[in-house]
């Protein structure tokens, strides 16, 4: 609902509902459930509400973050992308491989990354904009051959850096104005995506194919270019995460990437993104990769085991959403 | 099935060639140790492609059937004191009980199946974990292990058998049984088959109790092979099981599919597998081949089909994968 006189939005949502607040309430429904937990935990802990804990919170979601905004871009356009774990695994140990020692060496071991991740997302977006093939059976493929390629490049060993640049360290270690700076990478592929995805007419495309690929084709939007730039997106966020990940850890185990595709999708599921496509914000999709990491925060400030945040995860998880879910069906 | 209905599968063209590959260039395929070993991997697998194939054809999706092996693998485990038919009773009831959660989601507050058994795949995985502790549990009874290592009729694996009888069941039901033919109603529309008459809720609570059973079943069967309840089994299983699925003519907008054609599709990739071990090909390349496989087969499927425009309901986009028409015709698409 971009503007005002946009007849579209104007037939799609009625002026009359857009100020119901029921209407709000489930649609921005994520945000409360933020809201209501952060509320239920500084109740229990006062170092919960403590801007170090809060900044602290921030810089542990940002990789799984930034992996999440691109999928539910590319989830928006009504396809998966099951291959962002070994895009990030292949960003990261490549990053690494490139021994940031000197300043050619750093821009390198940022450039190379970020461009085979892209290469990675264009070829997914390739097959499946211009076959429709099927999106899981393509990803998963694709991680396949990305994983064993990464284990083929460096045999299966732990790649590692020492003496990286003091830029490099930055990357995942600095502070600007106190805050950590994959905060502000985190924040800025977030706003940015938000903003193709709203105001721009790629957006209106995306969710157009998205909602109905066949419905799109025919009213004149090429469907297979857009998909591959979705795709290139997250591919180039998965590859972003990958390069803060080394920059972080700079010893790698080469399976390091394994299972990020479904963090990052539980948090775009608690965003509120339709798996069939069409319907997904950039923004919910922040609120739900903050609901997990809140959740794992608390866990530790309470020294729970890490299995049991595993289920406290997932109850958190079938609730918000069967919750949502109820209200959705009220809301028809 | 037609025969030219047959040959127009290219699951099954991928099959002989692998078939053909595999036996003139392999050593040691024909041998009985392998064929063993063959029919052993893939039957673990195979049970849950199976309950996956009903609910795949009704329209659903289960990702929590990785769990519910480690949860019904540490169950049998624990609970084997008790002795053993008490022990894999408790082990179906809890995959039965995840089963049934996993409907109640879906059906009663209409959760995403995709979502509502992503959570219990984490619930579930979350429960086994605190329970053993992330520690492999060890079987205490030794008669146990037959289960899973036992042959019969001469070298026939019982787990082998087991699956052959979940595959003609499975057939059966979906080929011959009303309620099969409820399921590809109901995967073809849910709404035209609610309208016709179908208790849609009793058909999904059935595809998905099925399948839950079947991984529950698969559970059982590894952990007395491997004599150990493992809390970490069964991670990637949900999406190789889906992704045999799909190899065999299933969709992910429901309505279409057949148990023989998973089948085929688990063949296929078990075989593959079986072949490059065969040829002593390192794991990471087997790795980099299952893709390529995947990604030529989507690909080489596109090609030899143009994409027709497909009516679009939710998933369906250009999503089938095999040209394999619906399994029975008349109840498939009404």
Known sequence: MSSESDPIAERVVPRSRRVNLTVLIWREWVWLVLAAMMVLLSALSSNFLTTSNLLNVLRQVSIVGIVAVGVVVVLIGGNFDLSVGATLTLAAVVSVQMQPTDPVRTALSILVPLA???????????????????????????????????????????????????FYLALSGG??????????????????????MTRTLFGRYVRA??????????????????????????????????????????NLDPTVGIGYEFSALTAVVLGGARL????????????????????????????LPFNMQLLVQGVILVAAVALGASGKVGER | MKLTRLLGQRTLWLLMALVVWVSLFGRDFWTLANLQNLVIALSVEGLMVMGMTIVMIGGGFDLSIGSVMA???????????????????????????VGIANVSLISGLRV????????????????VMTYTNARPVPASDPTFMSLGRATLFGGLPVPGLIFAAALVLTHLLLTSLKIGREVYALGGNEESARSSGIATYRVKMFSYLICSFTAGISGIVLAARLNTGSPIIGENTALNVITAVLLGGASLS?????????????????????????????????RIAQGVLLLLLVVLERITHRPTPVSVRGFAYGLQLSGQEPGGDAAGKM
């Open chain 1, 116 to 166: 085979l991740g892209i290469g990675v997302g264009a070829t997914n977006g390739a097959i499946i904009g211009l076959l429709r093939a099927n999106s899981i059976i393509v990803t998963v493929g694709m991680q396949f051959v990305v994983t064993g390629c990464v284990l083929l490049y460096v045999a299966g060993q732990h790649v590692r850096v020492d003496n990286a640049t003091p």
């Open chain 1, 175 to 196: 502070y600007l104005l106190g805050v950590p700076i994959p905060v502000y990478f985190f924040l800025f592929v977030t706003g940015l995506c938000h903003f193709l």
């Open chain 1, 209 to 250: 194919i998205g909602g109905n690929p066949e419905a799109a084709r025919l009213i004149g939007v090429a469907v297979a270019p857009y998909i591959l730039f979705t795709y290139a997106i997250s591919g180039a966020a998965a590859s972003v995460s990958g390069i803060v990940l080394a920059s972080r850890v700079r």
């Open chain 1, 276 to 303: 069939s496509g069409g319907q997904g914000d950039v923004l919910h999709t922040l609120a739900g990769v903050l609901i997990l990491g809140v959740i794992a925060n608390g866990m530790r400030l309470f020294n």
């Open chain 2, 71 to 97: 949860l019904s693998g540490v169950i049998v485990v624990e609970a084997l004191p008790l002795g053993k038919p008490v022990a894999i009773m408790f082990a179906l009831i809890a995959a039965a009980a």
């Open chain 2, 112 to 127: 995403n199946p995709f979502i509502a058994t992503l959570g219990s795949m984490i619930v579930v995985r979350g429960l």
């Open chain 2, 254 to 286: 429901g309505g279409v599919g057949s148990a023989l054609g998973s089948f085929g599709g688990l063949l296929c990739i078990g075989l593959l597998g079986n072949g490059l071990n065969l040829f002593d090909v390192p794991a990471y390349y087997q």
